[in-house]
């Protein structure tokens, strides 16, 4: 038995069991033996099926669709863990949910951000590892340690794999993102542009203005999540009637609610490169995706936790997952 093999336990709940198995292999251990039942009324219960008395333990969970029912899971697992005295409970959302709500844009809204991280700590965690959070500062949300890795790194990998960064032009959905694309133009040494939109109310975007050159260029969009996929498809008919050559997509999550699949389908989108940080049902298979996996990812940001070693070398490299 490995030294990891004897501090660490890696738990799946139901949400994203595909991409857990990815991230316990990337790590070198087995997914710990654990059950999640209902009684009749919809209550929860799990049961933990193998001693995790002094283990570092890592659960994962993305709170995607279902959320409430994924989110309860979460917290009665860290419960559970906490009270079969594990050593540390580390939480892995690949997907944060409620992270959209992260700020009070009217009188007398929530923000759920901050109510869902604290529901974590007060449950037990000691730790979380997240991926592309929709705002950074939900970190700050947390008393406790938070890694936010970025799905850039892999995502430029598909583009420099495929050598699509020959005239390319990153281009940023909104303002919100602009980080975000220059994180990515950065790797593939591309300029960046912005969609400037205004969104009049949830869930509904319309485009104004285009901000940069993306004439004779191919577009390539960068986004952290896609919920109903009225930004990105109307943003790349922008680009299109602005005179990009053609555009590519890509995004660390796919929500992909109401007609988010259709209006995929027949966007002008060439190419969509998704990670697997949410499992996609088959009624949400997109003809036009490519699916990166984080699983080696999240998995190598796991063993360095446990070495006690700094994260930064998967924020500012390029992080292969395929070879030629």
């Known amino acids: 038995m490995s030294k990891i093999d004897e501090k660490i336990k890696i738990f799946a709940l139901n949400s994203n069991k595909p991409l857990a ?3 316990a292999k990337a790590v070198g251990v087995e ?3 654990s059950s999640v039942k209902r009684f009749s009324d ?14 570092d333990v ?11 029912d994924n989110l309860m899971e979460l917290l ?5 863990v906490k009270r079969a005295s594990a050593h540390t409970v580390n939480v892995v959302l690949p997907y944060y949910g409620y992270a959209r709500q992260d700020r009070k844009t009217r009188a007398r809204e929530p923000i759920t ?16 590892l997240s991926l592309d959070l929709h705002a950074p500062q939900i970190q700050g949300f ?23 960064q020959e005239d390319a032009v990153v281009v940023s959905p909104d303002h919100g993102g602009v980080t975000r694309a220059r994180k990515l133009a950065e790797f593939l040494k591309a300029p960046i542009a912005i969609v400037d939109k205004r969104r009049p109310k949830a869930n509904v975007a319309e485009v104004m203005n285009i901000i940069g050159n993306v004439k004779g260029k191919r577009a390539i969009i960068i986004d952290d999540m896609i919920d109903t996929a009225g930004t990105i498809t109307l943003a790349s008919q922008a680009l299109i009637d602005a005179g990009a050559t053609e555009v590519y997509a890509s995004a660390t999550h796919a929500v992909l609610s109401g007609p988010a699949v259709e209006r995929l389908n027949n966007s002008p989108i060439k190419k969509l490169v998704l990670t697997d940080s949410i499992n996609q049902p088959e009624d949400k298979q997109l ?38």
Not at 58 to 68: A, E, G
Not at 76 to 80: H, N, S
Not at 113 to 128: E, H, P, S, T, W
Not at 306 to 319: A, E, G, I, M, V
């Open 113 to 128: 951000a901050k109510l869902v991280a604290d529901m974590i700590q007060a449950a037990g965690a000691n730790r979380v």
């Open 21 to 23: 198995e990815k991230i």
């Open 58 to 68: 890592y659960l994962i969970q993305s709170t995607s669709d279902p959320v409430n």
């Open 287 to 324: 003809t036009k995706a490519e699916i990166v996996s984080v699983g080696p990812l999240m998995g190598q940001a796991i063993k360095f936790i446990q070495d006690h070693k700094p994260l930064s070398p998967l924020f500012n490299t390029r992080f292969q997952t395929k070879k030629n």
């Open 31 to 33: 997914l710990g033996k």
């Open 76 to 80: 009665i697992m860290i419960d559970a």
């Open 142 to 164: 947390f008393d406790i340690p938070v890694d936010n890795l970025m799905g850039a790194p892999l995502l430029a990998d598909y583009f420099l794999r495929n050598g699509l």
């Open 42 to 55: 919809g209550e929860i219960q799990i049961n933990i099926d193998e001693s995790v008395r002094g283990k």
